[in-house]
């Protein structure tokens, strides 16, 4: 099970962190990413993190945003800088399971960027 | 990356079948064996359908099926049952560790 928490309200230019608690998988065992979801839109994968540690991101996030792991706590983090309306969705932190699919997904944490 | 081409909607009457098209290139769904689909329910998180083009997970009913033709793969969803309306997304690697969604599409039972 996954459990991202840490969304809210933030102006334009802000930073948050999200954290992504699991239960029942190790993080650090596995592949694990942060995908988004606007309101009413599709799908956007944002970024992974592979088992050695290399974090890998979508061109939308790179250089604003951060993955992150703290594998004695067994959490998922995402460090998002100099956010713009254009980030406001719902973020979920997957598993990215075998060779390239998502198979454990979280609810989801709703960021709203406004001012 | 721009986002694969999926209808915005298709539909079908219980017991019937619904075929989405999921439509790409040569960098992604051409490219790779790496094709999988999502099913969402409305407020609920993505469901893991279909993996490595036509692969299921355990759990998922044998009424789902993906195939690829070129740079186009499909979802088909046979003998409709109410619980099948939903949204379905493809989603394809696209190398250089990056994936790419479809547009998605909302699947009606009639």
């Known amino acids: 099970q996954l459990v991202e928490s840490g969304g809210g309200l933030i102006h334009p230019g802000g930073s948050l962190r999200l954290s992504c608690a699991a239960s029942?998988?190790?993080?650090?065992?596995?592949?694990m990413s942060w995908l988004r979801q606007a309101p009413g839109k599709g799908l956007e994968y944002l970024s992974v993190i592979y088992t050695g540690g290399n974090a890998y991101y979508a061109d939308s996030v790179k250089g604003r945003f951060t993955l992150s792991r703290d594998n004695s706590r067994n959490t998922l983090y995402l460090q998002m800088n100099s956010l713009r309306a254009e980030d406001t969705a719902l973020y979920y932190c997957a598993r990215k399971g075998g060779s390239s699919y998502f198979d454990v997904w979280g609810r989801g944490s709703l960021v709203t960027v406004s001012s | 990356q721009s986002a694969l081409t999926q209808p915005p909607s298709a539909s079908g009457s219980p017991g019937q079948s619904v075929t989405i098209s999921c439509s790409g290139t040569?960098?992604?769904?051409?490219?790779?064996?790496?094709v999988s689909w999502y099913q969402q329910h409305p407020g609920k998180a993505p469901k893991l359908m279909i993996y490595?083009?036509?692969e299921r997970p355990s759990g998922v009913p044998d009424r789902f099926s993906g195939s690829r033709s070129g740079n186009t793969a499909s979802l088909t969803v046979s003998g409709l049952q109410a619980e099948d309306e939903a949204d379905y997304y493809c989603c394809s690697y696209a190398g250089n560790n990056k994936w790419v969604f479809g547009t998605g599409t909302k699947v009606t039972v009639l």
């Open positions: 490595e083009v036509r």
């Open positions: 040569s960098s992604d769904v051409g490219g790779y064996n790496f």
């Open positions: 029942g998988l190790t993080v650090s065992s596995n592949s």
